[in-house]
């Protein structure tokens, strides 16, 4: 009955009215973070390739974000600032360690200083949902300190600092901290099955689900049966790895595994579910088409990502086209579970999102003092084919983005709107956009404290990268 008096609220009494409803519930929370998927690879966003009918179903059922993304372009820096809800200047994670990669003869200026794990006197995520009650467990990929228990995790399996399950690693025996049940199980079913037992230990009382996916980040690993299967159909331009298809169909097949317990338990009209990847695809592997570039870029493929939300009988499905972030997903959560709790933190609720209502606009950022080598430079759809990321920053405001270089104070001006490739840099034709939104950047560095390397590197060698670059582009 109490859902139906939502919903009725929701449609006579505006959507301020119905939070004061909401607020009063528990409802379970459940995220499930895939890592490394593409924001194109699924059968939902347009792949043809790809098969995915659980998360298809899932999103005719949710509210669907078209423009959603993560708070970094690769793996701990992302992870820390969705846990956290805080950027990276206050985690103090911009990468993967280390911050200077790529050879040093091809880098300007020294990398800004870059953590390892986030501080223990975080208030994560994990700690907010203890002290409201919940019991919280964690299977995956952690990869943001050595112990998620420490911040507020009852229950860890598989998780560490360790980013990925190494060489023949989603096949038992692990090279993570997990003891096969049965011989030469996969690693995404038995993260899934844990995370199953977890929910019916715990179907009486609120928990709080955090199930992030080793997959489908490489070593590329799929089930044999389902390879062959990807191999024997056709492909589209750009998603063509077989091996790659069988990790999405194994992972889809999960998720609807979970989702189907839920159901059976009658958990589902009180649980929120959120789906999401933790960056971008890599480009390498799977295009994303018509987004440039991949995991570790700034530009769009690199940090766009998928993104559903569903509570059933109380977020209407549909498409939501504003850009949100998943530095969100904590300050959303905090708004429907414990409201006053006074928080500080850098996303922002989009609970009216939620429920068809219209959130203020404002600016998006992005930063990153750092080097990330390329992946493959004929591929990639980055600025130079040898790094994915040099140091700077970005703002996406409204349909503008606009890029910032720290080497050579380089600028690049999109509108995503009419340029979703960013293939048409502005900058020189659109003076007046492209000062306003520095000036908003350069305000939102000084405010956040945000680190600007600008310490020249000794060891640069002008000569050097020219070569480089002619090697690697031919």
């Known amino acids: 009955m109490k859902k139906y008096i939502v919903l009725f609220l929701l449609l006579v009494g505006g959507v301020k009215d119905s939070f004061a409803q909401l607020k009063s519930t528990k409802p379970n929370v459940v995220l499930i973070n895939v890592d490394d998927l593409g924001w194109a690879d699924l059968g939902f966003m347009g792949s043809d390739y790809y098969e995915t009918p659980n998360l298809d179903k899932l999103s005719r059922e949710s509210k669907v974000f078209m423009n959603a993304y993560a708070g970094a372009s690769n793996c701990a820096p992302s992870r820390a ?87 023949d690693g989603y096949f038992s025996p692990y090279n993570i901290k997990l003891e096969p049940v049965v011989e030469g199980e996969y690693l995404t079913d038995r993260l899934t099955n844990e995370a199953i037992t977890f929910v019916k230990n715990n179907q009486e009382r609120p928990f709080f689900l955090y199930l992030p996916f080793y997959t489908v980040h490489s070593p590329l690993q799929g089930k044999p049966d389902l390879v062959e299967k990807y191999q024997n159909k056709k492909s589209s331009k750009g998603q063509n790895n077989p091996v790659y298809a069988a990790m999405i169909q194994s992972m889809d097949e999960n998720v609807g595994k979970l989702l189907s317990v839920l159901d059976g338990l009658n958990l589902t009209d009180n649980t929120l579910v959120i789906f999401t990847s933790d960056n971008g695809g890599i480009r390498a592997t799977s295009y994303q088409d018509p987004l440039r570039a991949g995991k570790g870029s700034y530009y769009e493929g690199g940090i766009r990502v998928p993104m559903l939300v569903k509570w059933q009988n109380q977020i209407k499905a549909g498409i939501e086209n504003t850009p949100v972030t998943q530095m969100d997903f904590y300050p959303t959560i905090q708004a429907l579970i414990a409201p006053d709790a006074g928080i500080k933190l850098d996303g922002q609720s989009i609970l009216p999102l939620l429920f068809d209502q219209e959130l203020d606009e404002r600016d998006l950022f992005w930063h990153f003092p750092i080097y990330l080598e390329a992946y493959d430079p004929k591929e990639d759809g980055s600025r130079d084919p040898l790094f994915r990321t040099r140091p700077g920053s970005v703002i996406r405001s409204g349909d503008w983005k606009l890029h910032q270089y720290f080497e050579d104070g380089g600028l690049e001006l999109y509108n995503l709107k009419d340029d979703p490739s960013e293939a048409n840099n502005l900058a020189s034709s659109n003076h007046e956009k492209t000062k306003d939104l520095l000036k908003k950047l350069e305000k939102w560095r000084s405010e956040n404290g945000a680190p600007i390397p600008t310490t020249k590197n000794p060891d640069y060698d002008p000569a050097f990268e020219k070569s480089a670059v002619e090697k690697a582009v031919n």
Do not use: C, E
């Open 81 to 167: 600032s969705m846990i956290t809800g805080r950027y990276p200047m206050t985690h103090g994670v911009y990468t993967v360690d280390p911050a200077d990669r790529g050879d040093k003869r091809t880098r300007k200026l020294f990398a800004s200083p870059n953590s390892k794990v986030i501080q223990d006197s975080l208030y994560t995520l994990g700690k907010f949902f203890k002290d409201q009650g919940y019991t919280t467990g964690t299977f995956g990929k952690w990869h943001i300190s050595d112990d998620p228990a420490i911040h507020g995790f009852d229950v860890n399996i598989g998780g560490s600092h360790r980013g990925h399950p190494g060489k």
